[in-house]
């Protein structure tokens, strides 16, 4: 789905507050229609704002008003930042001049297509870190690139700890930020591994005997990683 401010639908974006709103509508959506199990699955904004909407869901915390009826059955979260305001990467600083100034959002609009909301937060909501914890025990898998350019390694690594044993993270080598940065296969191996995230099998067993027979890594059996822990997909596994 477009989230607000974004593509086909209206509204200005307001970088992962309001925008958990939206994910309760599409999760409810695809109930209404008929699907038995929702992934919510997000990009960067996206994905933050699917880590909150889980955990703010769970909660029964009203958002502006509004309480979040819908949870999701898994929530995958990829290349999401833990925390706001983010100032000490150079794209995130160009983020930044986009939302807090009257030329930065009329260039987001026109060279992007994203529509900014001109008001800043009234206040600042809980970050996904303050939330993830709520998530437990629906599903959750943290994806990240070592070499993202917006959110280092500090963030899944913080998303991760927050959210407790059952989380998965994957620290993926060579992948970028977001749907731009993906290395090939990436995207496969994530739908691959969401009838496993969603039974809950911490052992990983079928996702990494795809895995071998795609990548070359070592099949499921001694030394797979345990839930919670770093799985280093692309080269090697790695448990921390």
């Known amino acids: 789905m477009d989230l607000r401010g974004h593509g086909r639908s209206t509204g200005s974006c307001t970088f992962g507050d309001r925008e958990v709103l939206d ?82 959002r009329v260039a987001a609009r026109l060279a992007l297509g994203v529509r900014i909301a001109a008001q800043a937060w009234p206040a600042v909501p809980p970050s996904p870190v303050e939330v993830i914890g709520r998530i437990a025990p629906t599903p959750l898998l943290i994806v990240h690139g070592d070499r993202d350019t917006y959110f280092t390694e500090e963030h ?20 970028g930020h977001a749907e731009a940065g993906v290395v090939p296969g ?9 009838p496993d995230l969603l039974a809950g099998r911490p052992e990983w067993a079928d996702c990494a005997r795809r895995w071998a027979g795609e ?25 921390e």
């Open 156 to 175: 899944p690594r913080a998303l991760a700890a927050a959210a407790g044993p059952s989380a998965q993270l994957w620290l993926v080598p060579g992948f």
């Open 23 to 104: 994910v309760d509508a599409a999760v409810g959506e695809a109930r209404r229609v008929g699907y038995r199990k929702v992934v919510t699955l997000g990009w960067s904004m996206g994905g933050a704002a699917v880590v909150r909407h889980a955990g703010l869901a769970s909660s029964g915390v009203a958002v502006h008003g509004h309480r979040l009826r819908h949870r999701p059955d898994a929530v995958v979260s990829v290349s999401a930042a833990s925390r706001w305001f983010v100032r000490d990467t150079a794209p995130m600083r160009r983020v930044h001049w986009f939302a807090e100034t009257a030329s930065g």
């Open 215 to 239: 990548t070359g890594l070592p099949p499921a059996g001694r030394g797979r990683p345990a839930p919670g822990r770093v799985f280093q997909v692309g080269h090697d596994e790695r448990e």
């Open 186 to 194: 990436l995207v496969d191996r994530i739908g691959a591994h969401l």
